[in-house]
Each structure stands twice: as C-alpha cells, then as structure tokens.
C-alpha cells in the first residue's frame, strides 16, 4: 500500500478543489464558474447573507470578483445547474441528476423528513392538488398557492401545509427549485428545470449510483477517507461501503495511507501530487474545502467552528467567521460582516494561527480582504481592533482604489 505525506495529501486536497494556483487574469466568463462547479461537484446552499450569499463565495475563493449575475443566468435562467438535496441544500450540474435518482426512491419508501412523509401518506389528495397547481401556475412560491393552509404552532410545525406538500414534490422529484432575488424558493415542474435529454436517461442501478458519486468525492478530494467520500454527497452508508469496496476492486480507486491518519485513505490511481500551493483565498463555511470539520482539522490541523449559533459569550472568534487559506495552510481567520447601506467591509476582528508571522502575510491578507470588497461592491474596509492579527491588518491597510 502506498503512502503519502500529510503535506502531499494536503496539496493534492487543496489543488482538487480548485484553490492551487493563481487566480486566472483577464475578465471572468461563464466557462470559469462551469469549470469551478466541475471541478467541485456541487456547491452548498445557505440563507445567511452576512456576507453574501453563501453559494456566490466558493466562485470568488476561486476566481476572484467575477459578476454575481453570472451565477444566476448559469442557475437560474439557463438551468445549467439544479438544486437538489445531497450535501445539505445544493447546486450541481444538471448532468448528475440521473445518479441521485435512488434518493427520490428512498423517500418515496418514507426514508426522509418524517413530517414531509407523514403529510403524503396522510393527505395524498391534497398533494395532488398542489401539483397541479404547480403543473399550471409554476413558478410559484408557498404563499401563492391557492390553498397554502398555514399553521400557527412555533417550530417546523410552523410551515404551512402548503409548504409541507412543496418540499415533499421536491423531495420526490417531481418538482424542482430555482431561487429569486431574495433567495425565496421558487417552485416549478422538474421537468421544466432539467432538460429532458438529461430526464430521459435510463436510470442507473443504486449501486452504479454510489460508485458514480463515490468517484466524484474521490476526484474532488484528492486522498480522502471511507468517511469523507460518503460524506461529501451524503451517502447511505452501508451502501457506500459496499460500492467502494467494488471501485477498489474494480482498480478505480486504490487504498493509500496517510501520513497521522488513523484510517485508510483512497485515491484515483491516476492522480498526481502538486509540488507546490501558490493559492491565497477567504473561503466561506460552507465551502467544500472546509465543510467537513473533522477532515479540516485531520488534514490541516485548523480547528474552526461556525460560531454564528453558538450564545455571544460563548464565541471565541466572531458570528461569521471566514478561513484564510494562504498556500498550504489556513493561516487566519475573519469574523466579516458586509455593511451594505454603507457600501463597506466590516473586519470586525482578525486572527491568525501562527503571530510570528503576521507582518510578513499581512500585505497578502489585506489584498485578500480587497478583492472580496471589489467583489461585494464595497468602497472601504473598516477594521476593528480585535483579534492578535488587527494591529498588522491595520497597519498593511491602505485606501481602496475607485
């Protein structure tokens, strides 16, 4: 069994995801947002704007500003990618939706939100009504329905019955998702989302399925453990296994150990290990690179938390607290909040891992923190004086060209 150093996995991690090299110069197309959402698999969803929202980030880690615009023509308009349920609430290419076809089965079969399957079985009629709703009036949301039945009880009860029904077609596949301005879902026929040369594919076995998807985790994550590939695309685990232990036999991917990790690695037996990473990114929590928690720190040693729900006294580092991924290292961290009225960047406290390195990363850093302002439009960077890193921070600041 091969082996490869902690350093190796991490340059490979950090090159599969698209965070290796330098940002490409010139305008930023089309073609390179395709080519990030290739390269990552899909990219998860979140309603938290403090920032931006969260499926814009992963795009600016990787390229830099680019127009938020882009992102909704290839989303939104042109149905180039869809929304589905794999990593949490996500967006992936449209080409993936036949391998994720076993997760409508498994929800028809009542494996999926309790109250989503209990309302189906319970008021299948009037899950009927909502579909042809949607069949003649889609796009529509929850509160445009004729007969949304809203409840009064705090909590998921909350949701109206309406809302309940949506989410169910949702998860059934027989409805699909685009977003408007303010984030509100949208729903409509799948049908109408995913074109039908992609819906008339034959659907391929669960466990061509799991071995499809269990390749992309691999390609996505360079060295990766039983755990991280079942995790990325949220796999039935027992199921999984079963599948890797086929790919690993098949030759299509090859067990491998790395260095302090106490489980087994996998990897394509046709990858390479970068000699270098050149990178230099902010990247939001939900982020690929940092989602998993456990992998960050087995493979980075950065312990990070989102701290956002967790009590104020409790916060060690900020609400919304974004890495710092400089070459092959996260080397700080930001609680940043984006003041849109005032069009400024709000650096409400800086940290970073290593002290003795501040003054020599903090010009790098702050360029960072300047193309994230170009990126959200914002015409200053505020700096508060918190954190072991604000004093070098401030110190490196200059005036943000016009």
């Not at 796999?235 to 491998?256: F, S, W």
């Not at 409400?348 to 193309?371: C, G, P, Q, T």
């Amino acid at each position: 069994m091969s082996s490869l150093s902690i350093l190796e996995a991490r340059r490979l991690a950090i090159a599969s995801q698209g965070l290796a090299a330098q940002r490409p110069a010139g305008k930023i197309g089309r073609s390179h947002l395709r080519q990030c959402m290739k390269t990552m698999e899909l990219v998860q969803l979140d309603a938290v704007p403090v920032v931006v929202r969260t499926q814009y980030l992963p795009f600016f880690s990787r390229l830099g500003p680019y127009s938020q615009k882009l992102f909704d023509e290839i989303a939104y308009r042109d149905d180039e990618w869809y929304e589905l349920w794999a990593h949490e609430a996500s967006i992936a290419p449209i080409e993936i939706e036949p391998y994720l076809r076993f997760n409508k089965e498994r929800a028809i079969n009542g494996d999926t939100w309790k109250g989503l399957y209990r309302l189906a079985i319970e008021e299948p009629s009037y899950i009927k009504k909502v579909l042809r709703e949607v069949e003649l009036k889609g796009p529509l949301e929850a509160k445009n329905l004729s007969d949304p039945q809203p409840r009064k009880h705090a909590g998921w009860g909350s949701r109206s019955k309406g809302q309940l029904a949506l989410n169910w077609l949702y998860r059934i596949g027989e409805v699909g998702i685009r977003r408007g301005p303010n984030f509100e879902k949208q729903f409509d026929l799948l049908d109408r989302i995913v074109p039908s040369r992609i819906l008339n594919m034959p659907t391929p076995t669960d466990r061509e399925s799991l071995m499809n998807l269990l390749l992309r985790s691999a390609k996505a994550y360079g060295a990766a453990t039983e755990r991280d590939l079942i995790d990325y695309f949220r796999l039935p685990t027992k199921e999984a296994r079963e599948a890797l232990a086929d790919l690993v036999e098949n030759h299509q991917l090859e067990e491998i150990r790395v260095e302090s990790w106490e489980e087994k690695a996998y990897i394509s037996p046709q990858t390479s290990i970068p000699e270098s990473s050149n990178g230099c990114s902010l990247v939001s929590p939900f982020d690929p690179i940092v989602w998993n928690r456990k992998r960050l720190d087995r493979l980075f040693d950065f312990q990070y938390k989102l701290e956002m729900y967790m009590p104020e006294p409790k916060r060690r580092f900020g609400y919304y607290v974004l890495p710092l991924l400089v070459g092959d290292r996260f080397i700080g961290r930001f609680d940043i909040r984006n003041i849109r009225d005032k069009s400024a960047l709000h650096i409400k406290a800086s940290f970073i891992e290593r002290k003795l390195e501040a003054e020599d990363v903090a010009h790098k850093v702050f360029d960072e923190l300047a193309n994230l302002a170009q990126f959200l439009g914002a015409q200053e960077i505020r700096i508060d004086r918190k954190g072991n890193f604000s004093l070098e921070l401030k110190k490196a600041s200059r005036p943000l060209s016009k």
